[in-house]
């Protein structure tokens, strides 16, 4: 049996996306809504955006896992040494839990702030604060955390490329 050299392209395409959605909606979160007034005439829509952006990140996620334990995954870099093997598995679950975590807290923000109802049956309107609720600010420490994985995930890809040089980033291409 050969030895995946790189990730299958359902595998690449869905941490792209994921990639993408994540950095989309922690920016639209922490740079545009939280800043935004509720009164605003676009905060519904770019709230509603906000949401099934995130329920597609949790999908996306999910499925991204199932084809991680049900598929062959290329095997760790030769030379890579036991401490930064499991320092990048650890990362790697990290990523994994804290973009669930996040999610679900979101859902619960959601659900705590009765968001359901003025998102899709447009009754009532939102709240004028969204920190009196503890899940707004479980949603945020999950989501920095999240963030600060995805750095520490991103310094060692280019770690990888740039300093060992042992074309880690052509796994996770498109090209073969």
């Known amino acids: 049996m050969t030895e995946l050299k790189r990730y299958s392209t359902t595998m690449v395409v869905l941490h792209w996306l994921i990639a993408i ?16 007034d509720s009164e605003h005439p676009q ?51 990290l990523l994994y839990l804290f973009t669930v975590l996040t999610v679900l807290a979101g859902i619960t923000l959601a659900i705590s702030a009765n968001l359901q109802v003025v998102l899709l049956d447009h009754i009532g309107q939102l709240p004028r604060d969204y920190e009196e609720f503890l899940a707004h600010e479980v949603h945020e420490v999950f989501a920095e955390l999240l963030l600060l994985t995805i750095l520490l995930h991103v310094a060692g890809a280019l770690y990888h490329q740039f300093i060992l040089k042992d074309g880690l980033l052509s796994r996770m291409s498109l090209r073969k």
């Open 43 to 93: 905060k519904i829509i770019l709230l509603k955006l906000h949401v099934i952006v995130g329920i597609g990140i949790l999908v996306l996620t999910l499925m991204r896992l199932y084809k991680r334990f049900t598929t062959p995954q290329p095997a760790p870099l030769a030379g890579s040494g036991f401490l930064m093997e499991k320092f990048a598995t650890g990362i790697h679950y």
């Open 21 to 36: 959605f994540i950095l989309g909606a922690i920016f639209m979160g922490a740079f545009i809504l939280d800043e935004m």
